[in-house]
């Protein structure tokens, strides 16, 4: 138990190294032989799979379908929406050979996708009874990142990207805030982590976007992370690549175009704000394995015990996601420490005196209370301690995020909480004294928060009028 413990590096001490030893620990992950790439392991990507089909679902129920879009995008199209390529300019990986010969034209590995799409939407859009189009594609994408993190900044990560086309500015918009609401349910309500929604400013809204809603969250160690974004893209898009449609008036008209995308980056969230000492706490709903039984029997009693294990193992398989750990090798103390590093939501032993008893012992994940329970009552208390474990890690990371978030009057105030937390303060529209935060404390604007009123205070930077509410933050 100690060197398994041993072998984590605690929190407290260094949070980087932490998030690195758990999710290697938790057989996550494995680094490629290439820098800044990760292999996603099975534990990691059945995770991303129940987030997978949470979103789908959604993104279905309200009208949109799924397609797929090539991966290389011709030089030229990149570059038809001048601010767009910019934006990603330095991240871009091109191609530039095909097997012996030089490409006539560069081909950049998809950084995104509005380019190609936009694209092929032109050729397929004519007339309003095409409208709107609402499709979402699930990729992966590649930017050249400096500093690489697995699930936060890797080279090349999964995601799924909508896209979508619409008859005029207000059905747009409609669409954007619509996405960004189905991105809290999925976050709140499966990953158990509160976010605080708002609009970018200027300076941090997407390469070419009108505006650009976003997620935002708090992550264990005090930074936020950008979970989910969506984008209203107005008509630049539309007009770089001549989307245009005839309108019911017999006006020729350009569309008006959203996107909206999350990403495996999620599963990092997951793991920082949730995560201990110990190693993962996986919210239920999104856990591989919800229930992990370990039978508890010695000498004669030991085949009497597993066969009553595995019993119990066939009845809760309808009601949850069960794993039998029956390993030999190991004794029922290494599985405990085991189970709890890969953050499995309840842990149940039986052993003979239990069985005597007809009961067994659980053990909750999120709170390490241990009770027991009659046999008879399993198939009713199991789901209703799943149910309990999701809300008390929604719980704590609310708390955490509550008592972590200060009102500020001005940016030196920060320095006593060490730049670490959620800081909410006045802003005055500047770039300029957005850019000076950034530079002198590493601090940036979040977003400025919904429900936040136009203020008529002081900007924590220059002391000038304010005109916004702004949530400030280092970030990931």
């Known amino acids: 138990m100690d060197k398994v413990l041993k072998e984590i590096t605690p929190k407290s001490s260094d949070f980087s190294q932490w998030y690195v030893d758990v999710i290697r620990k938790a057989d996550m992950v494995d680094y490629a032989p290439m820098k800044g790439f990760m292999v996603m392991k099975p534990y990691s990507y059945r995770i991303w799979e129940f987030i997978q089909e949470a979103m789908d679902r959604r993104f279905k129920e309200t009208g949109h379908e799924n397609a797929y879009f090539p991966l290389l995008i011709p030089e030229h199209l990149l570059a038809k929406e001048a601010e767009h390529i910019e934006g990603f300019s330095a991240e871009v990986a091109w191609v530039t050979m095909g097997g012996r010969e030089v490409l006539p034209e560069r081909l950049a590995v998809r950084p995104t996708s509005e380019t190609i799409i936009g694209a092929m939407y032109s050729q397929w859009i004519h007339s309003y009874r095409d409208l709107p189009v609402l499709i979402n594609q699930w990729a992966n994408v590649l930017r050249w990142e400096k500093a690489t993190r697995p699930f936060l900044r890797t080279t090349e990560f999964l995601w799924q990207e909508g896209h979508t086309v619409h008859r005029t500015a207000d059905e747009a918009l409609r669409e954007t805030l619509q996405q960004l609401e189905i991105y809290r349910e999925v976050i709140e309500e499966y990953l158990a982590i509160p976010v605080i929604q708002g609009v970018k400013s200027a300076g941090e809204r997407f390469a070419g976007a009108v505006d650009t809603y976003t997620l935002e969250s708090l992550m264990g160690d005090g930074r936020a992370l950008q979970t989910a974004t969506s984008h209203f893209l107005g ?135 241990k009770i027991s329970v009659a046999e008879s009552d399993l ?98």
């Open 235 to 369: 008509q630049h898009f539309s007009k770089a690549f001549d989307i245009q449609f005839l309108d019911e008036d017999g006006v020729l008209k350009y569309g008006w175009t959203t996107s909206w995308g999350s990403s495996t980056r999620m599963i990092g969230a997951l793991i920082m704000v949730h995560g201990d000492d110990k190693g993962l706490r996986l919210p239920p709903k999104v856990a591989p394995i919800q229930v992990v039984i370990v039978p508890i029997g010695r000498g004669e009693d030991r085949e009497k015990v597993l066969a009553h294990a595995r019993d119990l193992a066939a009845s809760l398989t309808a009601i949850a996601r069960v794993k039998l750990d029956d390993r030999d090798e190991f004794t029922p103390g290494y599985k405990f420490n085991d189970w709890e590093m890969r953050g499995v939501p309840l842990r149940i032993e039986i052993g003979p005196k239990d069985m005597a008893k007809n009961q067994v012992m659980i053990a909750r994940r999120d709170t390490g209370e």
């Open 379 to 476: 198939l009713t208390k199991v789901p209703e301690l799943l149910n309990a474990v999701q809300d008390e890690l929604f719980r704590q990371a609310k708390e955490f995020q509550q008592s972590h978030s200060y009102a500020i009057a001005n940016y030196q105030e920060m320095d006593q909480y060490g730049y670490r937390g959620f800081f909410r303060g006045d802003w005055c529209g500047s770039e300029e004294c957005a850019t000076r935060l950034k530079t002198e404390t590493g601090i940036t604007i979040r977003c400025l928060p919904f429900g936040e009123s136009p203020v008529t205070g002081h900007c924590v930077v220059c002391d000038e009028p304010s005109q916004y509410r702004a949530l400030f933050a280092r970030a990931y």
